[in-house]
């Protein structure tokens, strides 16, 4: 074994002392590369990514669960702020399992499986009450939360005192709530007459008079705003309300349409509109020719009278027919003329009527008559705003004129022309300063460049093994040679035969005697002692 790592530690310190200063430096960072690339990946696969258990506890219910999480050996750690608690990413839905079957989180409130885990005979009617009051607050406040954009609710329910006589009036309940709501969420009224009917419904002898509901901004929710003047135009708030939902409207469907073309974090949109609010109710009595090309009405009866005369000694008739519907075709009587003579009389009387057109209009409660949109768009390469083709910046100034034209009022507005239009769209390409960056809490997948100085030294590891081997390869076969010279310089003499004496004979006879008779043997030799 010393001889093996004698060996060993000579053909090491040989193959050190054999190298050049190049193949040592290349040695010695080839290794230091391959341990920091060997502590990069373990550092990376055995990193642990810790994600919130739970959302918005008590430091209370925190320490509780930590000691949960201590005892059954789970790691975890306690966010900034001491209201939450982390533990690893893939552990999250077992742990959520098993604590929610262990009772947490303790929310601290009382809800209706109080009374049929608690319930028993020595509780006072005071102590029930305060009870069935806290749950009725719970369970209205988890109710509320199940509302779109409700985060959070506290609710305050009072209730009036009951008399003990039957005479005495009953008083009515009041309630108060406090939303803690989701940032920007805007509450439709839908939603707000939603959370007073599911608050009106829930608590007994409650008017919608005596329901206050606010956000933790101190922004009250009216229920006469939302019922009666929300989107009534008449009013100063309806107006305002109509408008910010056309652009609202405008800018989500111009946003969604560019979104998908560059993508939603390339573009960013702007809608503005100016609403005529006028309303006119007005009535129109019209009458108009049937045939309008020739200014003619309908002819609904005709009357034809024809007379004719021929005879001798009537007066020579002549003259000029009157202009009108009744035509007589005559000649005047001339004093003392006699002869033959004839008159032709027709009479033509044509009643006509005309369109009678009568009109009751209602205009629309407002009218769009102005629209601006501002477009900012950050190019593919954000550092190069020649990187968006222009072609693709004239097919969004076509899409934005198309929706101005097609949503502005044609009679407010007039007949507008391509050059108007067009000054009513900007669009701006430049890159995005402001943007927000998220951070994820977890890499998706291993970086590039980490394959790359993998691949590198992986190649200079293999190409460093190859080197080694055919070295001692070498080295070994240049002991062999060096063996076999050695052995080829030693020259051995053959062993010349013993020749048989009788010297030899004796001598083996002796050797074969003291072998198997060693007594004889030593007998005979005290003789030949004691003789001599």
Same mark, same amino acid.
């Given at each position: 074994?010393?001889?093996?790592?004698?060996?060993?530690?000579?053909?090491?310190?040989?193959?050190? *002392?054999?190298?050049?200063?190049?193949?040592?430096? &290349?040695?010695?960072?080839?290794?230091?590369?391959?341990?920091?690339?060997?502590?990069?990946?373990?550092?990376?696969?055995?990193?642990?990514?810790?994600?919130?258990?739970?959302? +918005?506890?008590?430091?209370?219910?925190?320490?509780? #669960?930590?000691?949960?999480?201590?005892?059954?050996?789970?790691?975890?750690?306690?966010?900034?702020?001491?209201?939450?608690?982390?533990?690893?990413?893939?552990?999250?839905?077992?742990?959520?399992?098993?604590?929610?079957?262990?009772?947490?989180?303790?929310?601290?409130?009382?809800?209706? *499986?109080?009374?049929?885990?608690?319930?028993?005979?020595?509780?006072?009617?005071?102590?029930?009450?305060?009870? $069935?009051?806290?749950?009725?607050?719970?369970?209205?406040?988890?109710?509320?939360?199940?509302?779109?954009?409700?985060?959070?609710?506290?609710?305050?329910?009072?209730?009036?005192?009951?008399?003990?006589?039957?005479?005495?009036?009953?008083?009515?309940?009041?309630? &108060?709530?406090?939303?803690?709501?989701?940032?920007?969420?805007?509450?439709?009224?839908?939603?707000?007459?939603?959370?007073?009917?599911?608050?009106?419904?829930?608590?007994?002898?409650?008017?919608?008079?005596?329901?206050?509901?606010?956000?933790?901004?101190?922004?009250?929710?009216?229920?006469?705003?939302?019922?009666?003047?929300?989107?009534?135009?008449?009013?100063?708030?309806?107006?305002?309300?109509?408008?910010?939902?056309?652009?609202?409207?405008?800018?989500?469907?111009?946003?969604?349409?560019?979104?998908?073309?560059?993508?939603?974090? $390339?573009?960013?949109?702007?809608?503005?509109?100016? /609403?005529?609010?006028?309303?006119?109710?007005?009535?129109?009595?019209?009458?108009?020719?049937?045939? +309008?090309?020739?200014?003619?009405?309908?002819?609904?009866?005709?009357?034809? /009278?024809?007379?004719?005369?021929?005879?001798?000694?009537?007066?020579?008739?002549?003259?000029?027919?009157?202009?009108?519907?009744?035509?007589?075709?005559?000649?005047?009587?001339?004093?003392?003329?006699?002869?033959?003579?004839?008159?032709?009389?027709?009479?033509?009387?044509?009643?006509?009527?005309?369109?009678? /057109?009568? %009109?009751?209009?209602? +205009?629309?409660?407002?009218?769009? %008559?102005?629209?601006?949109?501002?477009?900012?768009?950050?190019?593919?390469?954000?550092?190069?705003?020649?990187?968006?083709?222009?072609?693709?910046?004239?097919?969004?100034?076509?899409?934005?004129?198309?929706?101005?034209?097609?949503?502005?009022?044609?009679?407010?507005?007039?007949?507008?022309?391509?050059?108007?239009?067009?000054?009513?769209?900007?669009?701006?390409?430049?890159?995005?300063?402001?943007?927000?960056?998220?951070?994820?809490?977890?890499?998706?997948? /291993?970086?590039?460049?980490?394959?790359?100085?993998?691949? #590198?030294?992986?190649?200079?590891?293999?190409?460093?093994?190859?080197?080694?081997?055919?070295?001692?390869?070498?080295?070994?076969?240049?002991?062999?040679? *060096?063996?076999?010279?050695?052995?080829?310089?030693?020259?051995?003499?053959?062993?010349?035969?013993?020749?048989?004496?009788?010297?030899?004979?004796?001598?083996?006879?002796?050797?074969?005697?003291?072998?198997?008779?060693?007594?004889?043997?030593?007998?005979?030799?005290?003789?030949?002692?004691?003789?001599?």
């Amino acid at each position: 074994m010393n001889e093996r790592l004698t060996k060993v530690k000579t053909d090491s310190t040989n193959f050190w *002392s054999s190298r050049t200063k190049n193949q040592k430096g &290349a040695i010695i960072g080839t290794l230091v590369a391959v341990l920091a690339l060997a502590g990069v990946l373990t550092y990376f696969s055995t990193r642990t990514t810790m994600v919130p258990l739970f959302t +918005e506890i008590t430091p209370t219910e925190v320490g509780k #669960i930590a000691d949960v999480l201590k005892a059954q050996g789970t790691t975890y750690e306690i966010a900034p702020g001491g209201n939450n608690i982390l533990v690893p990413e893939d552990q999250v839905d077992a742990l959520t399992v098993s604590l929610a079957a262990q009772g947490y989180p303790e929310s601290g409130a009382i809800n209706n *499986s109080f009374f049929t885990q608690n319930a028993g005979f020595g509780m006072t009617d005071n102590e029930f009450n305060v009870i $069935k009051l806290a749950a009725t607050q719970t369970e209205l406040a988890n109710l509320i939360k199940t509302i779109q954009g409700v985060q959070d609710a506290k609710v305050m329910i009072n209730l009036p005192e009951e008399g003990v006589f039957l005479k005495d009036a009953k008083g009515e309940s009041s309630v &108060a709530i406090i939303l803690n709501t989701e940032p920007g969420h805007q509450f439709t009224d839908q939603q707000i007459k939603t959370l007073y009917n599911l608050v009106a419904k829930s608590v007994p002898n409650l008017s919608m008079e005596n329901i206050k509901i606010s956000n933790q901004y101190a922004d009250d929710f009216d229920l006469d705003s939302a019922t009666n003047n929300g989107n009534s135009v008449g009013t100063i708030d309806g107006q305002m309300n109509v408008k910010k939902t056309i652009e609202r409207d405008l800018q989500r469907q111009v946003q969604t349409m560019l979104g998908t073309l560059m993508g939603d974090d $390339k573009v960013v949109v702007s809608v503005t509109t100016d /609403i005529d609010f006028k309303q006119e109710n007005r009535e129109e009595n019209l009458v108009k020719p049937v045939d +309008e090309e020739n200014i003619e009405g309908l002819a609904i009866s005709v009357q034809r /009278i024809t007379e004719s005369y021929a005879g001798s000694g009537a007066a020579a008739a002549s003259g000029t027919p009157e202009a009108g519907e009744v035509t007589d075709n005559y000649t005047d009587y001339k004093e003392g003329t006699t002869g033959d003579g004839e008159y032709e009389r027709v009479e033509e009387t044509i009643n006509n009527d005309v369109n009678r /057109i009568r %009109r009751d209009i209602q +205009e629309s409660p407002y009218k769009i %008559r102005d629209i601006g949109i501002q477009v900012m768009v950050e190019p593919p390469e954000p550092a190069n705003a020649e990187s968006l083709p222009e072609s693709v910046r004239a097919d969004i100034e076509q899409i934005l004129a198309t929706i101005v034209r097609t949503s502005i009022d044609k009679e407010a507005a007039g007949n507008l022309t391509e050059e108007e239009i067009n000054e009513k769209v900007v669009v701006s390409v430049q890159p995005f300063y402001g943007k927000e960056v998220a951070d994820s809490a977890k890499p998706t997948a /291993i970086p590039w460049w980490v394959w790359v100085i993998g691949g #590198i030294l992986v190649v200079a590891i293999a190409l460093l093994v190859f080197f080694i081997l055919r070295s001692r390869k070498r080295q070994q076969q240049e002991e062999e040679l *060096s063996i076999i010279e050695q052995q080829q310089e030693l020259i051995v003499e053959d062993i010349a035969e013993e020749k048989e004496t009788e010297a030899t004979i004796r001598r083996k006879q002796l050797e074969k005697m003291a072998k198997d008779k060693p007594d004889d043997f030593a007998k005979l030799l005290r003789s030949w002692i004691a003789e001599d």
